[in-house]
């Protein structure tokens, strides 16, 4: 997949940018605070119609503006496509269409750029909450996985209203009246994220030996159900299983408590490294350096990428925003191998300097950003 064109209308710091973008990719160099970042991000916006930093749709208009919009011609497989994407800060409205058609909901457009976004934050899904492990997980699998969103969105609804019912205290059998909408819905999400990790550890440890010169790290799905990630036989069976006995087991505790306390909504990952000389284990949230957690991120985007490339049957774009900042020369040069290696991929990178990315022999062509103004050099 590659972006061709991009055009940016009130986005963030750009009033209006029309860009021509190179087939094999191109890198920004633009000092702090002049619109790197966001470019990337109005074009991740196109691959998932929201920002990647969490903001809400509102920030992302320029100030003293209405409406942003952002337009991107993506070609690949043999076909092109527009998608646009706008926002009306008055309305509250979006507005999102592919090749001018709006689809019945936005949720039916996701994905159709194609793009993994490599970002200084993405340390965060090391070191940070699992509520941001489980958006990583939502994500990847949103944009892979057919039916998972519409399962996700069922059970955070069926959730909601199981829990308002806890809260007032009701019956059990009220309670339990939510229960097999809960356990389809929530089932089918745990089995999801449970055959990704499954599909994907050895890849994530694969990555890290690789970026880290032959240190060993594991990638472990951290279910709330207490499900063996090893067992085989027919994954959503045994988790329809466990989690019908979980809430049984867990009844007068989520009454006591007024929630329930077991289901996707606590699933988290695990990334653990063997840590250097005492051949131990360690949980990298708690005991990684900023070097590994960044590491461990990095390799959980190149996850995503084998992900995407196997749905999309293509390349994804990728785009890398100032990712080697905290790490050391060797670490960078081994991520700059990986993306060289990842050609034909169209590759977007940014940094504050030209020295910090040397890639493809020097063949990317360079475009300089000021103030929301973008220049070939
Ligand atoms: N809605 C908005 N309207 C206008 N300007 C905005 C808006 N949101 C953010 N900005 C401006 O965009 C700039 C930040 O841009 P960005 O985050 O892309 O910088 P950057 O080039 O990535 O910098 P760094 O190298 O520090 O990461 C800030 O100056 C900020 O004030
Ligand atoms: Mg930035």
Same mark, same amino acid.
């Given at each position: 997949?590659?972006?061709?064109?991009?055009?940016?209308?009130?986005?963030?710091?750009?009033?209006?940018?029309?860009?021509?973008?190179?087939? *094999?990719?191109?890198?920004?160099?633009?000092?702090?605070?002049?619109?790197?970042?966001?470019?990337?991000?109005? +074009?991740?916006?196109? *691959?998932?119609?929201?920002?990647?930093?969490?903001?809400?749709?509102? =920030?992302?208009?320029?100030?003293?503006?209405?409406?942003?919009? !952002?337009?991107?011609?993506?070609?690949?497989?043999?076909?092109?496509?527009? +998608?646009?994407?706008?926002?009306?800060?008055?309305?509250?409205?979006?507005? !999102?269409?592919?090749?001018?058609?709006?689809?019945?909901?936005?949720?039916?457009?996701?994905?159709?750029?194609?793009?993994?976004?490599?970002? $200084?934050?993405?340390?965060?899904?090391?070191?940070?909450? $699992?509520? #941001?492990?489980?958006?990583?997980?939502?994500? %990847?699998?949103?944009?892979?996985?057919?039916?998972?969103? *519409?399962?996700?969105?069922?059970?955070?609804? +069926?959730?909601?209203?199981?829990?308002?019912?806890?809260?007032?205290?009701? &019956?059990?059998?009220?309670?339990?009246?939510?229960?097999?909408?809960?356990?389809?819905?929530?089932?089918?999400?745990?089995?999801?994220?449970?055959?990704?990790?499954?599909?994907?550890?050895?890849?994530?440890?694969?990555? /890290?030996?690789?970026?880290?010169? #032959?240190?060993?790290?594991?990638?472990?799905?951290?279910?709330?159900?207490?499900?063996?990630?090893?067992? &085989?036989?027919?994954?959503?069976?045994?988790? !329809?299983?466990?989690?019908?006995? *979980?809430?049984?087991?867990?009844?007068?505790?989520?009454?006591?408590?007024?929630?329930?306390?077991? #289901? $996707?909504?606590?699933?988290?990952?695990?990334?653990?490294?063997?840590?250097?000389?005492?051949?131990?284990? !360690?949980?990298?949230? %708690?005991?990684?350096?900023?070097? =590994?957690?960044?590491?461990?991120?990095?390799?959980?985007?190149?996850?995503?990428?084998?992900?995407?490339?196997?749905?999309?049957?293509?390349?994804?774009?990728?785009?890398?925003?100032?990712?080697?900042?905290?790490?050391?020369?060797?670490?960078? =040069?081994? /991520?700059?191998?990986?993306?060289?290696?990842?050609?034909?991929?169209?590759? /977007? /990178?940014?940094?504050?300097?030209?020295?910090?990315?040397?890639?493809?022999?020097?063949?990317? $062509? %360079?475009?300089?950003?000021?103030?929301?103004?973008?220049?070939?050099?």
């Amino acid at each position: 997949m590659y972006l061709s064109s991009l055009r940016l209308t009130n986005f963030r710091n750009f009033a209006d940018e029309r860009l021509t973008i190179p087939r *094999e990719g191109v890198a920004i160099v633009g000092d702090n605070g002049q619109g790197k970042t966001n470019l990337l991000e109005a +074009i991740y916006y196109l *691959e998932i119609f929201r920002s990647f930093r969490g903001a809400p749709d509102d =920030q992302l208009v320029r100030f003293g503006e209405d409406v942003c919009r !952002v337009e991107g011609l993506v070609g690949g497989a043999g076909e092109a496509r527009t +998608i646009a994407a706008a926002y009306d800060r008055r309305a509250r409205r979006k507005k !999102v269409t592919v090749d001018g058609v709006e689809p019945d909901r936005i949720g039916d457009a996701l994905g159709r750029v194609g793009v993994v976004m490599f970002s $200084p934050a993405d340390v965060a899904l090391v070191s940070g909450s $699992p509520a #941001g492990r489980r958006r990583f997980l939502d994500i %990847v699998l949103s944009l892979t996985e057919r039916h998972y969103l *519409e399962d996700l969105q069922r059970y955070r609804q +069926i959730l909601l209203q199981r829990n308002a019912v806890l809260r007032a205290g009701e &019956s059990t059998a009220l309670v339990s009246a939510w229960n097999p909408g809960l356990v389809r819905a929530g089932s089918r999400v745990v089995a999801a994220r449970l055959r990704w990790v499954r599909s994907r550890r050895d890849s994530f440890a694969a990555r /890290i030996r690789e970026i880290a010169n #032959g240190s060993d790290a594991a990638l472990e799905f951290d279910p709330s159900l207490p499900l063996d990630e090893e067992e &085989s036989g027919d994954d959503l069976d045994r988790v !329809v299983a466990t989690f019908e006995s *979980e809430l049984a087991r867990t009844a007068d505790r989520e009454q006591r408590r007024g929630a329930t306390l077991v #289901g $996707p909504h606590r699933d988290d990952l695990r990334m653990r490294a063997a840590s250097g000389g005492h051949g131990e284990w !360690v949980d990298l949230r %708690v005991y990684g350096s900023g070097g =590994q957690q960044r590491t461990a991120a990095v390799a959980l985007r190149m996850v995503e990428a084998d992900t995407l490339r196997e749905r999309l049957g293509s390349e994804p774009v990728i785009l890398l925003d100032d990712v080697f900042a905290e790490l050391d020369v060797g670490r960078s =040069q081994r /991520i700059l191998r990986w993306v060289d290696r990842e050609a034909p991929a169209q590759v /977007i /990178i940014t940094a504050p300097k030209p020295a910090d990315i040397e890639l493809r022999g020097g063949a990317l $062509p %360079v475009w300089s950003i000021r103030g929301g103004h973008v220049e070939s050099l």
